[in-house]
């Protein structure tokens, strides 16, 4: 089992920077995909970034259309941490974001259905 637990959230004006943590405990790995959703009330929850093992230290990115260029996710395996650094925020940005990871390679790296670990998540709010 892998627990999650996110950190960082909270209130923040259009254009500013939020950095999000998570933390992992248990059985981690360094070769496990790991990776950011969010969610709004009402939505289904939608990849924001993931960073996939490939082999020893080497990790592929992925991001939403929508945050390219402006949030950056990285991890720190020696803390068995992820980051999301998020700049230039917009109101749209404002939901319920969740720490991701999975212990297998099947599915798509940007679909919740191939996540077993999820942590309980943290409210991001934008004001415009």
């Known amino acids: 089992q892998v627990q999650l637990v996110e950190y960082g959230g909270g209130l923040v004006q259009a254009g500013g920077s939020l950095r999000l943590s998570c933390a992992a405990s248990g059985r981690t790995s360094s070769a496990y995909d790991m990776a950011w959703f969010r969610q709004v009330p009402g939505k289904e929850r939608e990849f924001v970034a993931a960073?996939?093992?490939?082999?020893?230290?080497?990790?592929?990115?992925n991001y939403a259309d929508s945050v390219k260029g402006r949030f950056t996710i990285s991890r720190d395996n020696a803390k068995n941490t992820l980051d999301l650094q998020m700049n230039s925020l917009k109101p749209e940005d404002t939901a319920v974001y969740y720490c991701?990871?999975?212990?297998?390679?099947?599915?798509?790296?940007?679909?919740?259905?191939?996540?077993?670990?999820w942590g309980q998540g943290t409210q991001v709010t934008v004001a415009s």
């Open positions: 960073s996939s093992w490939i082999n020893w230290n080497a990790y592929s990115i």
């Open positions: 991701a990871a999975r212990n297998n390679r099947g599915g798509l790296v940007m679909s919740v259905s191939s996540y077993n670990y």
